[in-house]
């Protein structure tokens, strides 16, 4: 198993899980176990990142205590967004992962493992069900839940957060949990957060949960313009040509034998029906060949576009 490719590994490794989730369903155990290991984890974190030069604020904590199990979803910003997730949160939390290639044979993978993790490949449906029926069960059993809300790391060049999943106020609805909204904000090795106060879907209906995700959206954003406010502010002379190829480089890893493009992250960010992105809108103009007929679509004064 340990020699195979991580291609061929990470196809190994959702077999196993989906036939896992056919024998016995939405299993979690050992919930006190990961609760003390990840109490264990959390200091060994702590010096990991300080010895790496990263340092953690967190603005302020909204939090109310609550006996219900609660359902984190932070603002997902790449670089190590999850170690400082885990730092600013405190409370033992599993967490899930989206398109965990990179940690299957990792020692990152390994403490993910042993704080608790539910992996899933976003692009197939029957992993999906298989994960919804771990956190359930999860939350069910008064466990707590760290998930990205949007899905994947937000790579846009000028979008506060991408839109969300409904999956966190699914689970919320269903399960009885609370919901905490967490901003992230990142300036060089700097994560700055701000966790706001626990939203309850407490006699909530299945149907209401596409409006109450775009509450909680409103809410991240207006936390995440708290935490910009309190950034310098930069000019647009001052950035440098390859900005927004260092920010990429810095949100993903491009220098390992197999592992995540921006193309894989777009492909997992949710889409809404009846929205489309620039790129998809103005693709046609690849294929115009310009000529007297349509040379106006070209006219930057005329349309007020650049392309």
């Known amino acids: 198993m340990l020699r195979l490719p991580k291609p061929e590994y990470e196809v190994y490794c959702r077999k196993k899980r989906l036939e896992r989730f056919e024998k016995y369903g939405g299993q979690v155990r050992h919930l006190k176990l990961h609760s003390l290991v990840h109490r264990f984890l959390i200091p060994l974190m702590k010096v990991n990142l300080c010895l790496g ?18 359902i984190f979803c932070p603002t997902h910003i790449g670089g190590v967004d999850i170690e400082m997730s885990f730092l600013a949160i405190k409370t033992p939390c599993w967490i899930l992962l989206g398109d965990p290639r990179e940690l299957y044979k990792s020692l990152d993978g390994m403490l993910l493992q042993m704080n608790g993790w539910i992996p899933m490949d976003v692009p197939i449906k029957e992993d999906r069900v298989a994960a919804k029926a771990q956190m359930t069960a999860l939350l069910q059993k008064g466990g707590n839940l760290l998930l990205f809300p ?21 689970l919320a609805i269903t399960c009885g949990a609370e919901i905490v909204p967490i901003a992230v904000g990142r300036d060089g090795d700097r994560y700055y957060f701000i966790l706001g106060e626990n ?17 909680l959206r409103d809410r991240i954003a207006t936390l995440k313009w708290e935490i ?31 592992t995540l493009t921006v193309e894989d992250i777009k492909a997992e960010l949710f889409h809404p029906k009846g929205i489309t992105e620039p790129v998809e809108t103005f693709a046609f103009m690849d294929n115009l060949i310009p000529c007297r007929e349509n040379v106006f679509l070209f006219n930057k004064r005329l349309s007020g576009l650049s392309f």
Request: aromatic share 6%; charged share 35%; glycine share 4%.
């Open 228 to 258: 910009i406010e309190q950034l310098p502010p930069i000019k647009r002379a001052e950035l440098s040509e390859t900005a927004y190829d260092d920010f990429i480089k810095s949100v993903i890893t491009m220098n390992t034998e197999y």
């Open 150 to 170: 949007e899905g994947a790391q937000n790579v846009s060049v000028n979008a506060l957060l991408s839109p969300l999943y409904a999956g966190a106020v699914d």
């Open 199 to 215: 939203i309850s879907c407490e006699n909530r209906s299945y149907e209401d949960r596409f409006r109450l995700t775009d509450e």
């Open 53 to 70: 030069g990263k340092r953690l604020i967190v603005l302020r904590d909204d939090r109310k205590k609550t006996k219900r199990p609660v």
